[in-house]
């Protein structure tokens, strides 16, 4: 038997950061929207835990025990007192190291598809709360959908959203360490107050109102200069896409990946070719949201 599922990436259409806590972590508003770029993660009976993964920049993907998968397998099974004898294979699809959530998505679609497999039906509450011992991002990759995460982001209020958003997605030529990108966050904000993280009314109101336009004049992402301190080229991209008519551009979460806001997909279609053409980026994509979160797609 065998279990796949599919499971989405996302932009953070709300970064909001506050100041580093003594353990490290930072209190965060983060207002996720799921969008049609998909991991599968197939899961079938082995001997032992192993990872595959095939897929564009797959070559990159840890597949020892840190992958996020294979602690899904293991937490999962810990918690039901089997062992993870479980063969994990990564369709991947979701840029690497991209600020797109790929790894999360792999570790809740690998949670979900384990659960299948094994019959130990676990509660939604239950795989929630191992998505959050997993990572920030994994719970919000359970659940898609558009959500408002508060502190380090894994606890979740769904949001209403109102229509569908259309997006471009440029692929840099390399990726971006997500810690690396706080600690430049931390340095840029050094003897400065930092406030509160918080969610923007307006923001939450154009998505429940579906309207892109408003939408575009309340996004916004504190990671952002950060992460153009540590790429600046990432300014190419940006401006290239705005130059193409895109409503808004922003960096994705930690980067590198950049997202811009369109108003239909005839619009992503034109600032693709743009920025395809602009030579500021290795690749684009196009995608809207919000789409479900972890879904099992076959079993059999």
Same mark, same amino acid.
């Given at each position: 038997?065998?279990?796949?599922?599919?499971?989405?990436?996302?932009?953070?259409?709300?970064?909001?950061?506050? &100041?580093?806590?003594?353990?490290? @972590?930072?209190?965060?508003?983060?207002?996720?929207?799921?969008?049609?770029?998909?991991?599968?993660?197939?899961?079938?009976?082995?001997?032992?835990?192993?990872?595959?993964?095939?897929?564009?920049?797959?070559?990159?993907?840890?597949?020892?025990?840190?992958?996020?998968?294979?602690?899904?397998?293991?937490?999962?099974?810990?918690?039901?007192?089997?062992?993870?004898?479980?063969?994990?294979?990564?369709?991947?699809?979701?840029?690497?190291?991209?600020?797109?959530?790929?790894?999360?998505?792999?570790?809740?679609?690998?949670?979900?598809?384990?659960?299948?497999?094994?019959?130990?039906?676990?509660?939604?509450?239950?795989?929630?709360?191992?998505?959050?011992?997993?990572?920030?991002?994994?719970? @919000?990759?359970?659940?898609?959908?558009?959500?408002?995460?508060?502190?380090?982001?894994?606890?979740?209020?769904?949001?209403?959203?109102?229509?569908?958003?259309?997006?471009?997605?440029?692929?840099?030529?390399?990726?971006?360490?997500?810690?690396?990108?706080?600690?430049?966050?931390?340095?840029?904000?050094?003897?400065?107050?930092?406030?509160?993280?918080?969610?923007?009314?307006?923001?939450?109101?154009?998505?429940?109102?579906?309207?892109?336009?408003?939408?575009?004049?309340?996004?916004?992402?504190?990671?952002?200069?950060?992460?153009?301190?540590? @790429?600046?080229?990432?300014?190419?991209?940006?401006?290239?896409?705005?130059? &193409?008519?895109?409503?808004?551009?922003?960096?994705?979460?930690?980067?590198?990946?950049?997202? @811009?806001?369109?108003?239909?997909?005839?619009?992503?279609?034109?600032? &693709?070719?743009?920025?395809?053409?602009?030579?500021?980026?290795?690749?684009?994509?196009?995608?809207?949201?919000?789409?479900?979160?972890?879904?099992?797609?076959?079993?059999?």
């Amino acid at each position: 038997m065998s279990v796949t599922v599919r499971v989405p990436a996302k932009v953070n259409v709300q970064l909001a950061v506050g &100041a580093a806590r003594p353990d490290g @972590f930072h209190d965060l508003a983060n207002v996720f929207l799921a969008v049609g770029l998909y991991d599968e993660i197939t899961v079938t009976p082995a001997d032992g835990l192993r990872v595959t993964c095939d897929g564009p920049d797959a070559d990159q993907v840890p597949l020892d025990r840190t992958n996020l998968a294979a602690r899904a397998a293991e937490a999962l099974a810990a918690r039901y007192g089997r062992s993870p004898d479980v063969h994990v294979h990564i369709g991947k699809d979701i840029p690497v190291a991209g600020g797109m959530a790929g790894g999360s998505a792999d570790g809740a679609g690998a949670l979900v598809a384990c659960d299948a497999l094994w019959g130990t039906g676990a509660s939604r509450d239950e795989l929630l709360e191992i998505c959050a011992e997993l990572g920030s991002d994994v719970p @919000f990759s359970l659940v898609g959908g558009a959500a408002l995460g508060i502190g380090r982001g894994e606890r979740l209020t769904p949001l209403e959203v109102g229509g569908t958003f259309h997006w471009v997605f440029a692929m840099a030529g390399r990726g971006l360490s997500t810690p690396a990108v706080f600690r430049e966050f931390d340095r840029l904000g050094e003897g400065t107050d930092i406030p509160e993280p918080v969610a923007s009314g307006e923001l939450l109101a154009a998505l429940a109102k579906g309207d892109p336009d408003a939408l575009a004049a309340a996004v916004s992402n504190d990671l952002q200069p950060a992460a153009l301190s540590l @790429f600046p080229q990432l300014a190419g991209t940006l401006a290239a896409g705005r130059a &193409a008519g895109a409503l808004t551009a922003l960096v994705s979460g930690s980067g590198p990946t950049t997202a @811009f806001l369109v108003r239909d997909p005839e619009a992503a279609a034109a600032v &693709a070719r743009a920025l395809m053409s602009s030579g500021t980026c290795r690749t684009v994509r196009t995608a809207a949201g919000p789409v479900p979160g972890a879904t099992v797609a076959a079993a059999g």
